[in-house]
């Protein structure tokens, strides 16, 4: 069974700093780009960074670059997003997700995970 399991969530003023992780198991971590996605109460779910399955290439939102940022550790089977400068409007849940194209995985991921709250105060 596959599962993605993310954690690091929370409560943060405005300038703060989270970190985000993904664990993984069940799949061949290695073979499967990662992507990370948000979703706030009445919109619809955007796409926030992805990793290639070596790590050579990343890709952003053009708004997050700069501020958020992408990597993975194949060894533990794990995603992080590292979220930093938060505003209000980066208040969503976050999810996680796994494909088979990083470039594409905004299209059409095969698993994900259920999530993790992501409230930023002002």
């Known amino acids: 069974q596959v599962q993605l399991v993310e954690s690091g969530g929370g409560l943060v003023q405005a300038g703060g700093s989270l970190r985000l992780s993904c664990a993984t198991s069940g799949l061949i971590f290695s073979a499967y780009a990662m992507g990370w996605f948000r979703r706030a109460p009445g919109k619809e779910r955007e796409f926030v960074a992805s990793?290639?399955?070596?790590?050579?290439?990343?890709y952003y939102t053009d708004s997050l670059k700069g501020r958020f940022t992408i990597s993975r550790d194949n060894a533990k089977n794990t995603v992080y997003l590292q979220m930093n400068s938060l505003k209000p409007e980066d208040t969503a849940v976050y999810y996680c997700a796994a494909g088979s194209d990083a470039r594409n995985i905004q299209h059409g991921a095969g698993y994900w995970g259920q999530g993790t709250q992501v409230t930023v105060s002002s």
């Open positions: 990793i290639t399955r070596n790590s050579i290439n990343t």
